[in-house]
């Protein structure tokens, strides 16, 4: 991917509309989870790969290409998915891969910067110090062409015969790897070993392509605590750890930071720390929720759907939080819920840090973002629910991603198709539902226009890709937004 002069980097917003985004699109180490190994590598099954390719995720490519780059696809579609096309288009190492300043392939900026010889040897060095590789396996990759050695780097092989070092498959969770805080970008320190090789070649692209060169004095990488190698193993502040899906850029000025399965107290007060001495916002809001698997960010629990809209899990409501779905000796007798034990919300401000604003529930929180950040009305803030807010869809489909939306522009979403519960609370609120294999169809023929879509959920195929526990917007890092 060459830089360009009018590519710019800056993200102040979740609903935007969406310019520029990073993805990386499902490798052949996708194909390799076996279940002896799954957990270890973050997934709680195996999944299929051609039908997690060509049947669910291309069409994520075909849409992100219709609203950012519409000149890549606009009647081609025929061709593109022609059975003797074998897929090409989507292949970042083919000849006919759609290479887009717009919509992003990592894959693509990893071959760039390879080319570079210094770059390469230092990346090689760095992959098989993690992985612990011989210096005989060193060599070999030192012989790689980019092209191939970056598909290593993803997939552990260069040819499926040999298993070089584990895949990455969280990968196509680019969301995780840093986050673009207007003209910033926050670099991510993982939770789990699986994803080290992905923070380290995630650096190495944003220090090293020419896309980001304007932007190097503006990464912020967070440190482990000072002499943290001495502390006990089961420390809170042993080790700093970060992900990007609990971090939400609602505003210019304000940034939401999760403490979570997945991101600990001590990532999100340096984070917090750091941008606000570099100025980058003037309100930090850290939201501490349950350490569950269930939850793991803050991104699978709430997200923002337009200015006056968000999606969230029920258990956080102002009702549920307070106890107001439950019977008056209930009530009475104040019985806790873990929720609301485990929920803390503290809004910080860049003048005054030492006393921060508490909110109750989440819903209040997002409720004074919609009033107080965009100049609603409250009685016109909608907290759409998971399932519908009814049991046990709402937990099974939390599970599946309800919450975890991803906006082309405001009001115009992409989620699971699977999610029933979660999309009869969308038509309900007077959104359009339509299927991605239909809007396509309409999009190709010209009978409608990307830019003319309002207050719509876009229902994508999802019984692989929702196997691998995250949504489109884990699987998205915006780095353009209106």
Same mark, same amino acid.
């Given at each position: 991917?060459?830089?360009?002069?009018?590519?710019?980097?800056?993200?102040?917003?979740?609903?935007?509309?969406?310019?520029?985004?990073?993805?990386?699109?499902?490798?052949?180490?996708?194909?390799?989870?076996?279940?002896?190994?799954?957990? #270890?590598?973050?997934?709680?099954?195996?999944?299929?790969?051609?039908?997690?390719?060509?049947?669910?995720?291309?069409?994520?490519?075909?849409?992100?290409?219709?609203?950012?780059?519409?000149?890549?696809?606009?009647? =081609?579609? !025929?061709?593109?998915?022609?059975?003797?096309?074998?897929?090409?288009?989507?292949?970042?190492?083919?000849?006919?891969?759609?290479?887009?300043?717009?919509?992003?392939?990592?894959?693509?900026?990893?071959? #760039?910067?390879?080319?570079? !010889?210094?770059?390469?040897?230092?990346?090689?060095?760095?992959?098989?110090?993690?992985? !612990?590789?011989?210096?005989?396996?060193?060599? =070999?990759?030192?012989?790689?062409?980019?092209?191939?050695?970056?598909?290593?780097?993803?997939?552990?092989?260069?040819?499926?015969?040999?298993?070089?070092?584990?895949?990455?498959?969280?990968?196509?969770?680019? =969301?995780?790897?840093?986050?673009?805080?207007? %003209?910033?970008?926050?670099?991510?320190?993982?939770?789990?070993?699986?994803?080290?090789?992905?923070?380290?070649?995630?650096?190495?692209?944003?220090?090293?392509?020419?896309?980001?060169?304007?932007?190097?004095?503006?990464?912020?990488?967070?440190? %482990?605590?000072?002499?943290?190698?001495?502390?006990?193993?089961?420390?809170?502040?042993?080790?700093?750890?970060?992900?990007?899906?609990?971090?939400?850029?609602?505003?210019?000025?304000?940034?939401?930071?999760?403490?979570?399965?997945?991101?600990?107290?001590?990532?999100?007060?340096?984070?917090?720390?750091?941008?606000?001495?570099?100025?980058?916002?003037?309100?930090?809001?850290?939201?501490?929720?349950?350490?569950?698997?269930?939850?793991?960010?803050? #991104?699978?629990?709430?997200?923002?759907?337009?200015?006056?809209?968000?999606?969230?899990?029920?258990?956080?409501?102002?009702?549920?939080?307070?106890?107001?779905?439950?019977?008056?000796?209930?009530?009475?007798?104040?019985?806790?819920? =873990?929720?609301?034990?485990?929920?803390?919300?503290?809004?910080?401000?860049?003048?005054?840090?030492?006393?921060?604003?508490?909110?109750?529930?989440?819903?209040?929180?997002?409720?004074?973002?919609?009033?107080?950040?965009?100049?609603?009305?409250?009685? %016109?803030?909608?907290?759409?629910?998971?399932?519908?807010?009814?049991?046990?869809?709402?937990?099974?489909?939390?599970?599946?991603?309800?919450?975890?939306?991803?906006?082309?522009?405001?009001?115009?979403?992409?989620?699971? %198709?699977?999610?029933?519960?979660?999309?009869?609370?969308?038509?309900? !609120?007077?959104?359009?539902?339509?299927?991605?294999?239909?809007?396509?169809?309409?999009?190709?023929?010209?009978?409608?226009?990307?830019?003319?879509?309002?207050?719509?959920?876009?229902?994508?195929?999802?019984?692989?890709?929702?196997?691998?526990?995250?949504?489109?917007?884990?699987?998205?890092?915006?780095?353009?937004?209106?």
């Amino acid at each position: 991917m060459a830089s360009s002069e009018t590519h710019r980097i800056n993200v102040s917003s979740e609903v935007g509309k969406l310019r520029a985004v990073l993805i990386h699109s499902p490798d052949s180490g996708l194909g390799k989870v076996v279940p002896s190994k799954a957990q #270890d590598w973050l997934f709680e099954d195996i999944v299929h790969l051609n039908t997690i390719r060509a049947g669910e995720y291309d069409y994520y490519v075909k849409l992100l290409l219709y609203f950012l780059d519409e000149d890549k696809i606009k009647g =081609r579609l !025929a061709h593109i998915d022609a059975p003797e096309r074998d897929r090409n288009f989507y292949k970042p190492d083919h000849p006919d891969f759609y290479r887009s300043e717009k919509v992003v392939e990592l894959q693509v900026l990893l071959m #760039d910067i390879l080319k570079d !010889a210094a770059i390469k040897s230092q990346l090689v060095a760095s992959v098989c110090a993690i992985e !612990a590789c011989s210096y005989e396996v060193q060599c =070999r990759l030192m012989e790689y062409p980019p092209e191939v050695l970056a598909r290593v780097f993803f997939s552990g092989t260069s040819d499926e015969s040999e298993l070089i070092f584990p895949p990455v498959p969280n990968f196509i969770f680019t =969301r995780d790897i840093g986050i673009v805080i207007n %003209d910033h970008i926050l670099l991510n320190k993982p939770m789990k070993e699986a994803r080290k090789r992905e923070a380290l070649i995630a650096k190495y692209i944003f220090f090293h392509h020419p896309v980001f060169a304007g932007y190097r004095s503006n990464i912020i990488e967070l440190t %482990d605590t000072q002499h943290h190698f001495l502390l006990p193993n089961d420390s809170e502040a042993e080790r700093v750890t970060l992900e990007g899906g609990d971090v939400m850029v609602v505003s210019k000025n304000h940034v939401l930071i999760g403490i979570s399965e997945r991101t600990n107290t001590e990532a999100a007060a340096q984070a917090v720390k750091r941008l606000f001495e570099k100025k980058v916002v003037e309100k930090a809001t850290v939201i501490k929720i349950p350490n569950k698997r269930d939850y793991m960010h803050i #991104d699978t629990v709430f997200t923002q759907v337009k200015e006056n809209v968000w999606v969230m899990l029920g258990d956080f409501s102002n009702e549920r939080m307070k106890g107001l779905q439950t019977d008056e000796v209930h009530r009475v007798l104040g019985v806790p819920t =873990r929720t609301a034990h485990e929920l803390k919300i503290f809004q910080f401000r860049r003048e005054d840090p030492a006393n921060p604003q508490l909110f109750p529930s989440l819903e209040d929180l997002l409720t004074d973002i919609s009033v107080t950040d965009f100049g609603c009305n409250p009685a %016109d803030v909608h907290i759409l629910l998971s399932g519908n807010n009814e049991f046990p869809y709402d937990a099974r489909e939390q599970w599946t991603d309800s919450c975890n939306l991803l906006a082309l522009g405001k009001g115009v979403v992409l989620g699971y %198709d699977r999610n029933d519960k979660t999309i009869d609370a969308f038509r309900e !609120a007077g959104f359009n539902v339509v299927n991605v294999k239909d809007l396509l169809i309409q999009l190709e023929e010209g009978h409608l226009h990307a830019s003319n879509l309002k207050d719509t959920l876009i229902l994508m195929p999802s019984a692989e890709l929702s196997r691998a526990r995250g949504g489109f917007h884990c699987m998205s890092m915006p780095i353009l937004r209106d």
